[in-house]
């Protein structure tokens, strides 16, 4: 994440996003690394309200986070 790149720290960090390709909802989302019970447990409330992926697209991530790279995910690895 940028936070690491940042900071010059060698940390690794993973994170992955599901979205139902017909109706843009999040379906799951999985983070491993440093702050990552914090930030899934927002995303866990925002994915109970029907998160989209169209509304992460939109969200203005916070600099340097590691949060950040939820919301800025952009193209797609499979489908």
Known sequence: ????????????????????????????????????AEIMQGMAVAMKCGLTKKQLDSTVGIHPSAAEEFVTMRTPTRQ
């Open 1 to 36: 994440p940028m936070k690491g790149t940042i900071s010059g720290r060698d940390e690794k960090t993973l994170m992955k996003l599901l979205v139902d390709v017909r109706s843009s909802k999040v379906i799951g989302m999985h983070m491993v690394g440093n702050d990552s």
